[in-house]
């Protein structure tokens, strides 16, 4: 990619949560696009580079009313003659609510608007989003969303569906998985796995921890050895500790971690968990990134079927799907892949092949700005059409 390479503007209100890796390395893998990133404010997470990055709170009260009128108002002068300047050619708002407040960027520039859901924007009940003054708004514009928008991304067929039931245009509406760096990714031969079963996740409701939990008291009474590693943060782990401490043996709380310690984790456990349950505001997984680097890495995993999980892991060849909160059967999956060495490696082997095969990072980015380019072409055709 070149300085001269035309921009893609890549919005996301807030920019960018510890668990949003996969943003910025999709937008650093691409070729042919010049990412610049674009929101209403910074958080404690991503480093993003800060000559490709523009917010409207820039700090202190003054910066909290621009970040309050951007979000009702949308771009104000200085940010319509920053991005005036850079030229772009399209606008991806990452997150249906956050790709809302991206319409009036989009349409000022006159560019297309592509959206790509990921997970709770496209599974959250609309009772849940009613909860709360934003989820509302966000109900009350997701008309013109439809509208508006040039094209939407789904992460999985599972979102893709969601966006049909919801109404979004059909003919707008098209799969696109997310890829991971199979190159920093990968099993590393030096390193020996132990008994570690992993989880890697935000401690949230919908994350199931608690039958992981549950699972490994069970696996620990067949192997005492066996560890429990959870890395992430969230308002469940003081609960989740306190589960752990009253029945398992062995097991460790890390906290959030950056990316190079959880691919050290990845490298030397044997099994990746992913219990995640769906919940009662609807929300469940869109695709887990967790899966696709644990995979690419040679680590098998467990997991509940739900959400687009099926569409990562293929069951009894690269993992096992347990049904939804069916710790018994979690725990059973396991134990198997802890005590048959020949089936680990052949789970492992064959989960390195899926990644390679189906989400790569840069074959993946690759197709994507194929997208953009499709779109900027029909959006100009249209124009033309229009004058």
Known sequence: MTTSA???LIYRSQLLPPSETFIKSQAASMKTFRPFFVGRSRVPGIE???DSLWVANKGGRMGRLQEL?????????????RMRALEPKIVHGHFGPDACEAIPLASGLHIPLIVTFHGYDANRTEQAFRENRWGRRYLRRRETLKREASGFIAVSNF??????????PREKIQVHYIGVDTSQFQPDPTVAHDKTVLFVGRLVENKGCEYLIRAMEQVQMEMPSTELVVIGDGL?????????????RRFRFLGSQPSENVRN??????????PSIVIATGDAEGLPIVVIEAQASG??????????????????????LAPQKDWRALSEYISKLLGDPDLWASFSRAG????????????????????????????????????
């Open 69 to 81: 009128r951007f979000r009702i108002l949308g771009p104000g002068a200085e940010c319509r003659n």
């Open 265 to 274: 984790w990845m490298s030397r456990s044997a099994v990746l968990c992913v």
């Open 159 to 168: 979102i893709a569906k969601k966006l049909v039931d919801q109404g979004f």
């Open 352 to 387: 390195r092949e899926l990644v390679k095969s189906g989400f790569d990072l840069k074959v993946q980015t690759g197709k994507l700005e194929r997208i953009y380019e499709e779109t900027i072409l029909k959006n100009q055709l249209m124009e033309r059409g229009r004058a």
């Open 48 to 50: 993003l580079p800060g």
């Open 299 to 320: 680590l098998p995993v467990v997991s509940f079927s739900t959400g687009g999980i099926p569409e990562t892991v293929t069951h009894d060849e690269t993992g096992y």
């Open 6 to 8: 035309p921009v893609a």
């Open 236 to 248: 469940l782990r003081g609960a989740l500790e306190r589960q752990a401490a009253a029945s398992l």
